[in-house]
């Protein structure tokens, strides 16, 4: 019954090599985030699709680049990762409507070698 | 934008106990919710909350929105309990969370 899925759940890259982490829901949600939460910190948004309306947050990092190729399915492209990069990253996803509740996935755990 | 505190920072409790914890907000919210992060790193929805009382189980919520607080007990706590708890508001009305810095709740044994 998952309904925010997450692949892969671990994944390990080397320094300035290219990742892409991927998000798929079975909500039909309208909005999906994408999180960075760094060990003992909160979770930090990164950028979030409403449809296929993207907003950037204003301090998220050229380096990280994502993709909504339809409803179900969002993307995170790192494009040349750091060691500073290294986090678990949570989608979410929610309704986007008034006073909605936001659902989310396991997370990927990125190290970066 | 808004601000989120959540205390106490951490927290160590022996099996059985009970706790309070505590969320403040600094303006009017359409959302809160409370999360629990487990040892793992997933975020379990626990409550949508932003004003009312809930309850589910051990667990329990109220948010007094008038006074811009929201708490979270929990009781008869069980080491399943340990991990981290995050409130999050909206912000500004939008789509969008902010999160509270967590507390960290350990239950021994």
């Known amino acids: 019954d998952a309904m925010v899925i997450q692949n892969p759940r671990y994944q390990v890259t080397q320094f300035g090599k290219p990742v892409t982490l991927s998000c798929s829901q079975t909500l039909n949600h309208n909005v999906m985030y994408w999180y960075q939460q760094k060990s003992s910190q909160a979770p930090k948004l990164l950028f979030h699709?409403?449809?296929?309306?993207?907003?950037n947050e204003a301090d998220t990092p050229d380096n990280f680049q994502s993709r909504r190729p339809n409803t179900s399915f969002c993307f995170l492209d790192i494009r040349s990762p750091g060691l500073g990069d290294a986090a678990m990253y949570l989608c979410a996803t929610s309704r986007g409507v008034f006073a909605n509740t936001q659902y989310f996935g396991p997370g990927t755990r990125l190290t970066v070698l | 934008g808004i601000q989120v505190e959540q205390s106490p920072p951490d927290l160590i409790l022996q099996e059985g106990a009970n706790s309070t914890l505590r969320c403040n907000f600094s303006d009017s919210v359409n959302n809160l919710q409370w999360f629990h992060q487990n040892p793992w790193g997933q975020l379990i929805n626990l409550f949508y909350?932003?004003?009312g009382t809930k309850q589910n189980g051990r667990l329990s919520a109220t948010t007094v929105a008038t006074e811009r607080y929201s708490l979270l007990y929990i009781s008869s706590s069980q080491t399943t309990d340990s991990g981290v708890y995050f409130c999050?508001?909206?912000?500004?009305?939008?789509?969008?969370?902010?999160f509270g810095k967590g507390t960290k709740l350990t239950v021994n044994p």
């Open positions: 999050a508001v909206d912000e500004g009305g939008s789509e969008k969370l902010v």
């Open positions: 909350i932003p004003s």
């Open positions: 699709y409403y449809d296929k309306d993207f907003n």
